[in-house]
């Protein structure tokens, strides 16, 4: 094989396994935060909050324009404000939103797409303005933008030369709100946001908040045990009453025995071909079976009639499989007997 081929081979398989990598790790994306905020709301609407936009911001390492929306999609599970008051403590709403500018318009049409939390920023005392964390559980799509509901008095943006960097829209947006155009463009928005993947989509960052990824159902150490079926009884070949140690989804499946033959390890049905083999017992399958409750506790269900007739004396198996929200799973086979009804004795004159 030509060397050239082979060195591209390599090297697109190395770019695959870094991306795959990156795909299943916590991201950073948004403001580098390394700038000091000199306006805010009042940049275009004086004494009036607003929500604003990040649509471009320098990104790291060297600090050239580029998009931010979300790389991945996933829960963010930190939000990261560097903004001041002006003379009075601030309050700052983070948010996600949708965005849609055209190439040549200097507004865009936004949506919310989502609510974080509220924090509150200190007041001006002349120095860097500190940057204000904290945690969150909002999940976000790829694209989506990040977003700040800010007082009148926050102080949220640093006063650059920029284009389509953060766009303003008074009054805030609201979730459910249909879209709407900006009121202003404006310079860099400092806000940053941790995003971590989340596999099970159960609304949890899989780093810091789900220790099992693979169960929706469980945030806390992965459920591995399946659930415990005790007091299983048949009743008259009619009523089936069990108790679940959890809730679970609960199957039957009926098969009722019949005398074969063994043929190469199996128990076959007997033929005139094999009458002479060694006899055994075999099971046949019932209908196609019936769904039973699965509360915690004491549960009952009745047999249901198979081809429209109660169960005939017989020797029975009943196959019982009961699965949890987690998928643990377990089987239990019951056997049991329905005898023939004894005949009534003839009375004599």
Not at 117 to 122: F, G, L, R
């Amino acid at each position: 094989m030509p060397k050239r081929p082979i060195i591209a081979a390599l090297a697109a398989l190395a770019a695959s396994l870094v991306f795959a990598s990156a795909g299943n790790a916590a991201v950073t994306f948004g403001s580098r935060l390394i700038d000091n905020p000199g306006s805010g709301c009042g940049l275009a609407m004086p004494n009036e909050p607003c929500t604003m936009v990040m649509f471009q911001a320098p990104t790291a390492p060297n600090g050239d324009l580029g998009l931010q929306g979300a790389p991945i999609s996933g829960v963010i599970t930190k939000f990261r404000i560097k903004a001041i008051g002006d003379t009075d403590p601030a309050t700052a709403t983070f948010r996600l939103a949708n965005v849609t500018a055209a190439p040549n318009d200097p507004t865009a049409i936004a949506t919310s797409a989502g609510t974080g939390p509220t924090v509150q920023v200190p007041a001006d005392n002349g120095g860097d303005a500190p940057i204000t964390q904290v945690g969150a559980r909002l999940p976000v799509t790829q694209g989506q933008f990040l977003a700040v509901d800010g007082s009148p008095n926050l102080s949220a943006l640093h006063v650059s030369d920029g284009g389509k960097w953060t766009y303003l829209y008074a009054p805030p947006l609201v979730d459910g709100q249909a879209g709407r155009d900006s009121n202003a463009v404006t310079e860099e928005l400092l806000v940053q946001a941790d995003i971590e993947p989340d596999a099970d989509h159960d609304g949890f960052g899989d780093e810091t908040q789900d220790q099992c990824p693979s169960q929706a159902t469980t945030q806390g150490p992965c459920d591995t045990a399946a659930p415990a079926v005790s007091g299983l009884k048949i009743s008259g070949g009619s009523k089936v009453t069990y108790t679940l140690s959890e809730a679970a989804t609960v199957k039957f499946k009926l098969a009722k025995a019949s005398k074969g033959r063994k043929v190469k390890g199996k128990c076959v049905r007997k033929t005139r071909r094999n009458r002479h083999r060694r006899s055994c017992t075999r099971f046949s399958t019932l209908g196609a079976g019936w769904d039973g409750p699965g509360a915690v506790g004491k549960n009952t269900v009745a047999i249901p009639k198979i081809h429209g007739r109660k169960l005939r004396p017989g020797r029975y198996r009943l196959t019982m499989t009961v699965t949890d929200a987690a998928g643990n799973s377990r089987t239990v086979n019951k056997s049991f007997t329905i005898k023939p009804k004894p005949k009534k004795k003839k009375h004599h004159r």
